[in-house]
């Protein structure tokens, strides 16, 4: 693996006369129609921003889960993005639970002792208190009693109770705020509790609010409400549910079969009665079983090392360089194939092997080749499974490194960084290089990963490595600064104000370097302040001509676009943008390079997102036709907006819905008599060339020239 060489300013335009000896080249300046080349150009391998969230996620769900798994196997969420829902201050973040989440509450949910008195409590009040110790499932009760609701939101544990008013609270809906924090819980009066339920009364709404035994409210009023959760009985319902979620029928029959791991389930849900340690011990048994490991060994192995010691005594005893080398790698790539994370362990023992005199460097001539794999991944009590790695020309089959026990991501990322002083300099070194990787998602997960260091080292990690890439000329290096910014404010909440300040000085700089950086950072408004809030930090940077700018502003929305869907107000804001000379050009590439790279499955076929999103709702309808019309007009990007609109016509045409759909939008775009000519001469050319869209092209023409 090497560092990757910048691209060049003029890559991808004409040659330029060669100066004559001596002179330097002059260097040719970049037009957003270059911008408009690439994204249709793209348009061929649509997904690339869906594939980047997805490893995005995967990576940070690898490090958050090391330290909650126990809650993640009683049904409490780790991967959990909260919003605000709205720009005002104290404004409640919230997180829509997702029918994966439902679903588990429904079938895998072991009712408690006594569960019928909390039915019939939530039957009649608008606000249940319920008070257990961890790990005996309260969330995951407190959803199984909201399943009546049209939808149930996750509270940010911040939430003050008395910012839940009507306005804010979306109808019909119910609200878990788990772990009610003790200054909260010993502030609570009955007249609080009162409001609140007359806010919920008027948006029709439900709350159900969890409490550790620890957490007393003084208010004998409130505190004669809250109710108790009972204890599970049957804690082998708990262990069985949560295996049948995760094997097949006959795969569960074969563990039961398995004496050896029966006896050790027995073992330890008598030793530790919580019905979060009966799923621990499910999901740790499911994954030894699609591992093809041995089952009663690999799960007590994996059960003793949630002990810290136990971790500790094995990092201590890694052999050698490389295999502590490969450790580090594994846990920042993991996920990678297994050459990929190699190399890099390879590239960064090399930087930390102390030099060694000429004599003792010269090997032994014939040496035979030593086996390294099966014995690395042996003391690294890692595996390789199955997996696609994404390649210029789609996706590939490959085999992918991880730990088998998840915890160890973030816990050796942590380990080598607090122990290794020596190592620190040469890990920051490393992880810019592997920022800079050709692969997409190894850029992404070493983002994630530096973002969870600077979570520990806040100011350490921003002085030497955030900033550094933040006011890189590489696109890279400043995505993964933003990346690691929002990771870093992810793991560590305390840690939001401090990055939400530090990319509003970025976007006031004059580098447009900054102002890019400021761009992809978006994550961080939408997690503090919601939708809205990002996309007006965007618009404040749109007026910026410099292209770095605008590509990412381009690749902002499309991620925002990606996660909201139909929800967002993009093309709303991107029309706004086109009555704005300072903004046209910014809302033209940001509206192509989202009809090119987004794409969503309907049953069983991809449309494009936009199409679904438009045949779906009558305003993001006339608001989508608008944007085609003005992009297949528009001067010096009509080209390329033709070139997208072909790929469009390719995807849907063996398909009669989505193609029916994509016919009535373009009836649509073909509003003005302009318009309406060259679509009509663009989808005369569908029938036949490289694009071949020939039913597409007879529904268009059918609609937008009433030929039959």
């Known amino acids: 693996m090497s560092e990757k060489t910048p691209p060049a300013a003029d890559e991808g ?10 002179e330097q080249p002059e260097p040719v300046e970049r037009k957003p129609h270059h911008l408009g080349r690439e994204f249709s150009a793209a348009a061929a391998n649509p997904g690339a921003v869906q594939e980047r969230l997805g490893t995005e996620a995967d990576a940070f769900s690898s490090f958050t889960g090391a330290s909650v798994s126990a809650g993640q196997a009683a049904g409490r969420d780790v991967i959990i993005n909260y919003h605000a829902v709205s720009a005002a201050k104290n404004a409640p973040r919230v997180w829509r639970l997702r029918p994966d989440d439902l679903k588990d509450a429904e079938q895998r949910f072991v009712a408690p002792v006594d569960f019928d008195a909390l039915r019939e409590a939530i039957g009649v009040r608008r606000v249940v208190f319920i008070r257990a110790d961890p790990g005996s499932g309260k969330c995951m009760a407190a959803t199984r009693l909201l399943l009546g609701c049209s939808a149930i939101f996750r509270l940010h544990s911040d939430t003050r109770l008395g910012t839940l008013t009507s306005d804010v609270l979306t109808a019909g809906c119910g609200y878990v705020l788990a772990d009610l924090p003790g200054a909260a819980a010993r502030e609570l009066t009955i007249d609080d509790l009162n409001q609140l339920t007359d806010s919920l009364e008027r948006a029709d709404a439900r709350l159900v609010v969890t409490l550790s035994p620890s957490r007393r409210i003084l208010d004998s009023e409130v505190d004669a409400l809250v109710m108790e959760l009972g204890q599970v009985i049957d804690r082998m319902q708990v262990f069985c549910r949560r295996l049948a979620r995760d094997l097949e029928d006959a795969a569960v029959d074969q563990v039961f079969d398995d004496q050896p791991m029966m006896v050790l389930v027995g073992e330890e849900l008598d ?14 048994t499911a994954e030894a079983f699609q591992a093809g490991e041995p089952l009663a060994d690999t799960v007590r192995d994996r059960l003793a090392m949630l002990d810290a ?3 500790t005594r094995w990092a201590e005893k890694l052999p050698d360089l490389p295999t502590q080398c490969m450790a580090l790698a594994v846990a920042v790539l993991g996920g990678e194939p297994y050459e990929t994370v190699s190399a890099a362990a390879e590239l960064l023992c090399k930087s930390l092997e102390p030099d060694r005199p000429l004599a003792s460097a010269e090997p032994e001539r014939h040496a035979p080749l030593t086996p390294r794999k099966a014995t690395r991944l042996m003391h690294l009590r890692a595996h390789v499974v199955r997996s696609t790695v994404q390649t210029r020309h789609g996706g590939a089959p490959t085999e992918a490194v991880r730990y088998r026990d998840p915890a160890f991501q973030q816990k050796y990322l942590l380990y080598f960084w607090n122990e290794y002083d020596q190592a620190r300099p040469t890990l920051l070194a490393w992880l810019r290089i592997c920022a800079q990787h050709e692969l997409e998602s190894v850029r992404v997960r070493t983002a994630v990963a530096t973002g969870i260091l600077a979570s520990k080292s806040f100011d350490h990690v921003r002085a030497l490595v955030i900033d550094p890439w933040a006011e890189s000329d590489d696109p890279d290096l400043r995505d993964a600064a933003a990346r690691a910014m929002r990771h870093a404010a992810a793991a560590d909440s305390d840690l939001g104000p401090h990055t939400r300040d530090l990319v509003a000085a970025w976007s006031a700089e004059e580098a447009p370097e900054l102002q890019a950086t400021a761009a992809r950072c978006w994550r961080i408004e939408y997690d503090a302040a919601g939708p809205d809030a990002a996309m007006a930090a965007l618009e404040q940077l749109a007026t910026s001509d410099d292209l770095d700018v605008t590509t990412a502003i381009c690749h902002s929305l499309t991620e925002m676009w990606e996660i909201d ?8 804001l991107l029309l706004r943008w086109l009555t704005m000379v300072s903004r046209k050009a910014t809302a033209r590439l940001a509206f192509l390079f989202a009809a090119a790279d987004l794409v969503r499955q309907v049953g069983d076929v991809t449309w494009p997102a936009l199409l679904d999103i438009a045949t779906g709702d009558p305003i993001r309808h006339r608001e989508i036709a608008a944007l085609w019309r003005d992009a297949i007009t528009a001067p ?4 390329h907006a033709k070139e997208i609109l072909a790929e469009w016509a390719r995807s849907v ?5 989505a193609r029916r759909s994509f016919a009535r939008l373009m009836e649509a775009v073909a509003e003005t008599p302009r318009s309406a000519t060259i679509l009509a001469h663009e989808a005369g050319k569908w029938a036949t060339g490289s694009r071949c869209a020939p039913a597409a092209s007879r529904d268009v023409l059918s609609l937008i020239t009433r030929e039959g």
Do not use: I
């Open 565 to 572: 869907g139909e929800r967002l107000a993009a093309p709303a």
């Open 13 to 22: 335009k004409e040659p330029d006369p060669q100066p004559s000896e001596g």
């Open 636 to 639: 010096h990007l009509n080209p």
């Open 309 to 311: 010691a136990e971790f």
């Open 271 to 284: 030793r530790n009665p919580a019905p979060a340690h009966a799923a621990l011990v499910a999901m740790f």
């Open 653 to 657: 045409d063996e398909h009669p819905l």
